[in-house]
Structure formats: structure tokens, C-alpha cells
T-cell receptor, first 112, second 116 residues
Framework: KAGVTQTPRYLIKTRGQQVTLSCSPISGHRSVSWYQQTPGQGLQFLFEYFSETQRNKGNFPGRFSGRQFSNSRSEMNVSTLELGDSALYLC???????????FGSGTRLTVV | DQQVKQNSPSLSVQEGRISILNCDYTNSMFDYFLWYKKYPAEGPTFLISISSIKDKNEDGRFTVFLNKSAKHLSLHIVPSQPGDSAVYFCAASTNAGGTSYGKLTFGQGTILTVHP
């Protein structure tokens, strides 16, 4: 059974640019959540999508957005990148019943 | 406001001994707790979870204890093995309103080192 796949694994962007990260959940999982991991703030919840609808949102500025497609694949977008957006972005999928969160390996974003 | 805290940044134990990792929380609405293990440059790997209706859950070498009155949970690893060396995160969620399970609140992590 394939796990959660995140692409790309590494990304370098310039301040002011925008970036789109992709997440393919485990087959049959309808919930996809996104997290940001930084050395200072730890793992912080960005948002969760379930059946193409945003179900939960963390305390991040509007520059961070996401969406989910009908096949449950999800993308997150960060516009007007700042140096502080450099982080490991992790995606987790679950059946949506409240248990069984499986994480991908993450996308390492570096903003220069 | 850190709602989930892991006060020990690191823990060092000898192979074969018990490892005890601790976690405290402040939000009494949390009703589901999880432990994850993480290696650098990888995503967290699920270890074990516990619902607030239980006070103990066991899975092989891993046992999680929940003390709701103290808002405290702990992960016991017995016996500890060198391969257990990693960062351990506790996480919590609430099902308030029935749709909140997607949001996990994580502690800052504890680096466990198991010496041969």
C-alpha cells in the first residue's frame, strides 16, 4: 500500500515568489492535513481538507492557502514568500474518522 | 500559548532499560492523544494513541498512560533499543463539534538516545 507522497522533496525559492506543494494521500483516505515544522515553532497545524472542503484552519496568514481535489489529492500554496517561510512542510492523511494520521516525508522549502 | 508541552528536550537511556517520555497539556477539551517518532528529514511515524475514555494503551514494547486529572500522559518503551533513538512528539486533538480531529496540536519533542 503506497504511503503519503509529497512533491517536490526540496525547493528553493526567492523572497516574493509563490510556491505550490503537492500531497497525494493514501488510497481511500479522504482527509488531508498540512503542517509546518520549524526549529523555533515546532510542528504547527496549517489546515485540513475533507472531501474537498476546508474543515479546520490554523493561525497562519492568508498567504497560506490550500485546496483538495475530487481524488483527495491536495495542494498548498504560499504567496509572497518570506524568509521565515523556510520550513519542512508536512502533509498527513487519514480516513477522516479521527484516527490513523499518516505523514508524508515532507517538502523542505528554503526561501532565499 | 503552548497547549501541549514536552518539558524534557532530551533523554538518554541504556539499551534494555525503560524509556519514559512525558507530556503535559492544558486544554481540557483534548480527548485523543498520539505519540509520533521522527527522524531528521522524514515525516513523523505514528507509534501509539489513546482516547480520553482510557487510561492505558499497550502495543508491544510501547505503552501510553493518560492521567486526565493531571492533564499528563507518558510513553513507556520497554525494553529500549538503539533503533528507538529519534525525536518523539506527543500530539493531541479534540472532537469538539465532531469535525476537529484533523487538527493535531504537537509538543516540542523529546530527543531520545538509547546507548548500546
Amino acid at each position: 500500500k503506497a504511503g503519503v507522497t509529497q512533491t517536490p522533496r526540496y525547493l528553493i525559492k526567492t523572497r516574493g515568489q509563490q510556491v505550490t506543494l503537492s500531497c497525494s494521500p493514501i488510497s481511500g483516505h479522504r482527509s488531508v492535513s498540512w503542517y509546518q515544522q520549524t526549529p523555533g515553532q515546532g510542528l504547527q497545524f496549517l489546515f485540513e481538507y475533507f472531501s474537498e472542503t476546508q474543515r479546520n484552519k490554523g493561525n497562519f496568514p492568508g498567504r497560506f492557502s490550500g485546496r483538495q481535489f475530487s481524488n483527495s489529492r491536495s495542494e498548498m500554496n504560499v504567496s509572497t514568500l518570506e524568509l521565515g517561510d523556510s520550513a519542512l512542510y508536512l502533509c498527513a492523511s487519514s480516513p477522516g474518522t479521527g484516527q490513523g494520521y499518516t505523514f508524508g516525508s515532507g517538502t523542505r522549502l528554503t526561501v532565499v | 500559548d503552548q497547549q501541549v508541552k514536552q518539558n524534557s528536550p532530551s533523554l538518554s537511556v541504556q539499551e534494555g532499560r525503560i524509556s519514559i517520555l512525558n507530556c503535559d497539556y492544558t486544554n481540557s477539551m483534548f480527548d485523543y492523544f498520539l505519540w509520533y517518532k521522527k527522524y531528521p528529514a522524514e515525516g513523523p511515524t505514528f507509534l501509539i494513541s489513546i482516547s480520553s475514555i482510557k487510561d492505558k494503551n499497550e502495543d508491544g514494547r510501547f505503552t501510553v498512560f493518560l492521567n486526565k486529572s493531571a492533564k499528563h500522559l507518558s510513553l513507556h518503551i520497554v525494553p529500549s533499543q538503539p533503533g528507538d533513538s529519534a525525536v518523539y512528539f506527543c500530539a493531541a486533538s479534540t472532537n469538539a463539534g465532531g469535525t476537529s480531529y484533523g487538527k493535531l496540536t504537537f509538543g516540542q519533542g523529546t530527543i531520545l538516545t538509547v546507548h548500546p
